[in-house]
């Protein structure tokens, strides 16, 4: 649903904040990724040179994987290149494939409440404890949980805000 009017000026900046928010996920997720490929290298390093095997790399990783994962999902979600089957969409009239978006979008900002109300309480639950080698909050392991939940249920109402005003500009929803 595109509207040939400029959009409110509300919008366009909803519309920039939720985009630097997205820029600064795939930051994150991009210097995790970069991490998580040197810690490795110094497993191998360690395990196949020195003969010393790094115990810690594995918890750390296991950390990072879930801020990727995570992140990365929400970035998906905000980007539009989240998983989803769009023969039918297509196949149907304008009126129902915008059903079927909305829908949609509703489902995955439920999905993304569920996720930060049971991570935060995962993470508040774990926070006592300790991570064994490396010795940070067990909590921390589903916080990335916790961040990316919210972060789906914030890109998804912005994409529901935006059809709703009739500036959804999102290629493969409503063309």
């Keep these: 649903m595109s509207n040939t009017s400029p959009p409110p000026s509300a919008l366009r900046k909803m519309v920039r904040i939720l985009d630097r928010i997205a820029d600064a996920c ?4 991009g210097v995790a990724l970069v ?3 040197v810690i490795f290298g ?5 395990r196949y040179v020195l003969n010393a095997t790094p115990t810690w790399v594995e918890q750390v990783a296991l950390l990072l994987v879930m801020t990727i994962a995570f992140i990365g999902a929400a ?3 905000h980007d539009n290149t989240h998983l989803s089957v769009s023969l039918v969409r297509s196949a149907v009239p304008r009126r129902v494939r915008t059903a079927l978006v909305v829908c949609t979008d509703v489902i995955m900002a439920g999905f993304g409440a569920l996720m930060l109300v049971f991570g935060a309480r995962l993470t508040m639950f774990k926070w006592g ?9 067990e909590g921390l392991r589903s916080l990335p949980l916790t961040i990316g939940g919210g972060l789906i249920l914030m890109f998804s109402v912005g994409h529901l805000i935006r059809l709703c005003v009739g500036f959804d500009e999102r290629k493969d929803s409503i063309e």
């Design 35 to 37: 991490v998580v490929t």
């Design 75 to 77: 970035v998906g979600v």
């Design 129 to 137: 404890s300790l991570i064994p080698l490396i010795q940070v909050p």
């Design 26 to 29: 795939r930051i994150v997720t």
């Design 42 to 46: 110094w497993l191998v390093f360690g």
